[in-house]
């Protein structure tokens, strides 16, 4: 990705940035001298922090809180000290594997807090900043698994269904208020997020996956274009046009396919 700089000494706010996608987000920010506010609710942020900083970031502050709930987000919030961001990239996310009736209901319902709750949350706080700013990218990491019923990923894709909804609609909603909103929708990206989320006995927790850097360069690239939505790589965006046709019945069980405990590739 060519570096410009034009975004020098903009303000960034990153979710879920230790790891995965969104520290690849943040480190796209840093390279281009951005001021990063990053976070997550563990102790790598601390770790991703100090990578950022030498790719060239204005400033780096990483915060430990935990995005699921309204507290942890004003943690957050609060670490902008007043400061509106130019760029709001919400990635942070979990996901769980198994069948919906064996999984721990604490874990089901951390991912939904997690990917609905706390996302919505910090976007309808530091929206409103953004709106009477007049300016700002909002970036949400959605999901092509938002297109599909996810047998033995139930949660997490209904929880995925919902952000790709939810940003269309906002979108819409404040196409004149100066802000975009853009969709990241990527397919399996090479993470830690199948270990994480219990599914490294599946199909899909053990196949070939994209980059992660890859996926966030252009998801990155997206939002700068002001472009509504981003699905990665071109077997995704046939599945996502399969997805269209295709009953979701049949949908369902193609994915307890790739999704069931036991039906990894070895």
């Given at each position: 990705m060519a570096q410009s700089t034009a975004h020098r000494g903009k303000f960034s706010i990153v979710t879920g940035a230790s790891t995965g996608i969104g520290l690849e987000l943040a480190k796209c920010c840093a390279r281009e001298g951005m001021h990063l506010l990053i976070a997550a609710d563990e102790a790598e942020i601390q770790e991703a922090a100090e990578q950022l900083r030498a790719l060239g970031a204005a400033s780096v502050e990483a915060i430990e809180t935990?995005?699921?709930?309204?507290?942890?987000?004003?943690?957050?919030?609060?670490?902008?000290?007043?400061?509106?961001?130019?760029?709001l990239i919400a990635n942070a996310g979990r996901g769980l594997g198994k069948a919906f009736l064996d999984q721990d209901w604490e874990k089901a319902r951390h991912v939904v807090d997690t990917n609905i709750v706390g996302t919505i949350y910090l976007i309808h706080e530091l929206g409103r900043q953004m709106r009477d700013a007049g300016q700002g990218r909002i970036l949400i990491t959605g999901s092509i698994a938002g297109f599909m019923p996810g047998s033995y990923q139930a949660v997490y894709n209904?929880?995925?269904?919902?952000?790709?909804?939810?940003?269309?609609?906002?979108?819409?909603?404040?196409?004149?208020?100066?802000?975009?909103?853009?969709?990241?929708m990527p397919g399996p990206t090479e993470t830690e997020f199948f270990e994480r989320g219990e599914l490294m006995d599946t199909k899909i927790g053990t196949e070939e996956k994209m980059d992660a850097a890859e996926v966030a360069k252009q998801g990155y690239e997206a939002m700068m274009d002001g472009a509504g939505q981003v699905i990665t790589g071109w077997k995704n965006k046939m599945q996502v046009a399969m997805a269209h046709v295709v009953p979701a019945q049949q949908l369902a069980k193609q994915h307890a396919k790739e999704a069931a405990p036991g039906t990894a590739e070895h």
């Open positions: 935990d995005l699921s709930d309204e507290e942890g987000v004003d943690k957050l919030i609060d670490a902008a000290r007043g400061r509106v961001p130019e760029h209904g929880s995925k269904a919902f952000l790709d909804s939810f940003s269309y609609a906002l979108r819409e909603e404040i196409k004149d208020s100066g802000i975009t909103v853009t969709c990241l």
